[in-house]
Nanobody, 126 residues
Framework: QVHLVESGGGLVQAGGSLRLSCAAS????????MAWFRQAPGKEREFIAA????????YYADSVKGRFTISRDNAKNMVYLQMNSLKSEDTAIYYC???????????????????WGQGTQVTVSS
């Protein structure tokens, strides 16, 4: 199991930026991908971005492509989500996740991730 702790959420005005951090510990070697998901009130949890460190590839949901950037610091076992040009519709609880996935379809699926953080709230005011 991988233990994940998110931080960096908060309140920001539309057009602003935030950087979320996710600290990973435990059996990180058992995973190949880390991702960010989000869940808005009354909506299902949705995929935002993923980093596959076996290939170095990154993947994004269309809704955040060009605005959000996922990155990883191997030395610190940290994963980051830089969020720019934030919109009110980005308001949600953001979750970090770790798992194993080897196709674009599976890395966007919640079922591929068996370790989740507690979530961090991001609120974008318009």
């Amino acid at each position: 199991q991988v233990h994940l702790v998110e931080s960096g959420g908060g309140l920001v005005q539309a057009g602003g930026s935030l950087r979320l951090s996710c600290a990973a510990s435990g059996r990180t070697f058992s995973t190949n991908v880390m991702a960010w998901f989000r869940q808005a009130p009354g909506k299902e949890r949705e995929f935002i971005a993923a980093f596959d460190w076996t290939s170095g590839n990154t993947y994004y949901a269309d809704s955040v492509k060009g605005r959000f950037t996922i990155s990883r610091d191997n030395a610190k076992n940290m994963v980051y989500l830089q969020m720019n040009s934030l919109k009110s519709e980005d308001t949600a609880i953001y979750y970090c996740a770790a798992g194993r996935a080897f196709t674009i379809f599976t890395l966007k699926s919640l079922c591929s991730y068996d370790s989740w953080g507690q979530g961090t709230q991001v609120t974008v005011s318009s």
